[in-house]
């Protein structure tokens, strides 16, 4: 989604589970170009999530490729889901509603098998 754009998200990700590892009063001022890069740097450099995006993907287009930053986020997941210290994240059985409305049209996304079902 567009919420990706500037960076900050990826930037608040990373200071929610590592604040340590950057200074989240100097995202506010950075453009969104160096928001990302700074982010995926970090991430693969301290973090060890492979750079899936190019920076020039997330920000030039309106809209991010929605799959290819999900994926990018799948990461994310995973490291800090392992991370054996209280993440935050939590698994559920059931995948949460598409932002995208689906839930609107009485089906639901399931994220194993990328299909849809009536629910």
């Known amino acids: 989604s567009s919420s990706w754009r500037d960076g ?5 990700l990373i200071h929610r589970y590592r ?3 950057l200074d989240w009063e100097k995202v506010g001022h950075m453009d969104p170009e160096s928001t990302c890069e700074m982010a995926f740097k970090i991430a ?5 999530i492979s750079a899936l995006l190019d920076v020039e993907d997330v920000v030039k287009p309106k809209i991010p490729d929605r799959f290819s930053i999900l994926t990018y986020l799948s990461q994310f997941y995973h490291k800090f889901a392992s991370s054996g ?3 935050g994240i ?9 932002s995208d409305g689906e839930a609107d049209h009485g089906y639901r996304r399931s994220i194993s098998y990328g299909t849809r079902r009536e629910i």
């Open 85 to 87: 210290s209280d993440s």
């Open 8 to 12: 900050r998200g990826f930037c608040a």
């Open 44 to 48: 693969e450099e301290k973090l060890g």
């Open 90 to 98: 939590s698994s559920s059985s059931q995948s949460p509603a598409s």
């Open 19 to 21: 604040p340590d590892l």
